[in-house]
């Protein structure tokens, strides 16, 4: 008997948008609305996309062990993570392989916020409680929370409409809380799709109440998964379960220089990261439209040496975008001519720099 899917607050919401829904993570979710991936991609581009990301997971730490607790199971330092800030980090096993990407909030000096993958929600609470001191404590707030991600060059302009003062709103990986329509939320500024955007946390139960009233805004429409992978692809993100998972290392994701592995701090995982990567994550621009699918096989002079971990066609670029993890014992030069193997043709494909898309307002300043 199939699992029963879990539900988001705006579920109706998106069935009277015309919403296609899929499996997700567990969660049945929006995959694009009525105007389509390409449509929401260009949208938000251009002015200001609305996601529903309530199904991601949401942890609150504190107490006297939080920041040592967490500067020891987190692949970044969050010791000197300052108050007001969120930083991109992974939660590592002891092999160094990937146990989830996040985001760590700072909320005080003793209190943190963290933003899990949803898929990852339960094994990440249950490896942080294992290694959590006592003086720490853990608390998931999931199911109360609601997120919301308004993206998009319009979007600032958006919220200073719908009443947020400009100095209210966060600078980039930078946090704050304010009071949107009556409504109290945690506001930040990461982003996911390349754009300026915002990300907004706040009670469950008012989430339909802010995504009406975002999307009566003229500049914002709703985008679904569909856009939010395009939009991420074209930035060069890597996206659990793809680029990432227990078998591959931040390393080999080429963050090594991110994760300062020649200080002193320790954490788990770190000593596996010595080692020589096997493998390394790679760009590639195809020089059709028609798109690579993960697990489709690189070629380089008709050897395999890889295979493809993401691909689609690039909205932006109007052609088609690959990431592939690749052996490093493959001596690849620069720009060097490949082949994808769909099984019944050959694409030809060549390396590349990332992003992909290289005009996004993600850092405008507001």
């Not at 997971?57 to 040592?68: K, M, N, Q, V, W």
């Not at 931040?250 to 954490?267: H, N, Q, S, T, W």
């Amino acid at each position: 008997m199939a699992e029963e899917l879990l539900l988001t607050p705006l579920y109706e919401r998106h069935l009277a948008l015309g919403g296609r829904l899929v499996p997700f993570a567990g969660w049945n979710m929006p995959v694009h609305y009525s105007e389509g991936i390409l449509a929401e991609h260009r949208h938000c581009r251009s002015a200001a996309a609305l996601f529903d990301i309530c199904h991601m997971g949401e942890f609150r730490l504190s107490g006297a062990g939080a920041a040592a607790d967490l500067d020891r199971v987190m692949a970044r330092a969050v010791q000197n993570q300052g108050i007001g800030s969120c930083r991109y980090n992974f939660l590592l096993n002891e092999q160094g392989g990937i146990l989830d990407d996040l985001i760590v909030y700072r909320l005080a000096e003793e209190e943190f916020y963290l933003v899990v993958n949803a898929g990852c929600r339960d094994t990440d609470r249950a490896w942080l409680q294992k290694q959590l001191s006592a003086d720490t404590v853990l608390l998931d707030e999931s199911d109360t929370t609601a997120k919301l991600d308004l993206q998009g060059p319009a979007a600032a302009q958006v919220l200073q409409e719908l009443g947020v003062a400009a100095e209210l709103l966060p600078a980039h990986f930078r946090w704050n809380k304010l009071s949107l329509l009556g409504v109290d939320l945690l506001i930040s500024r990461t982003g996911y799709t390349g754009e300026l955007g915002y990300e907004l946390y706040f009670e469950a139960e008012m989430a339909v109440k802010l995504w009406d009233a975002l999307l009566q805004h003229p500049s914002v429409k709703p985008a679904g998964l569909g856009a939010r992978d395009t939009l991420r692809l074209e930035m060069g993100y890597p996206l659990y379960g793809h680029e990432m998972d227990e078998s591959i290392n931040p390393v080999e994701l080429g963050y090594a220089a991110m994760l300062k592995l020649d200080a002193e701090r320790e954490f788990i995982g770190k000593q596996a990261l010595a080692a020589k990567p096997k493998k390394q994550l790679v760009a590639l621009q195809l020089e059709s439209k028609r798109a690579a699918r993960p697990g489709m096989a690189l070629l380089f002079q008709g050897v395999q040496i890889g295979q493809v971990s993401s691909g689609a066609l690039a909205p932006s670029l109007e052609t088609a975008v690959a990431l592939a993890l690749v052996s490093t014992e493959a001596e690849l030069p620069e720009a060097a001519s490949l082949e994808i193997d769909t099984g019944r043709a050959r694409l030809p494909a060549k390396l590349c720099q990332l992003p992909f898309y290289k005009k996004g307002s993600l850092k405008n300043k507001v």
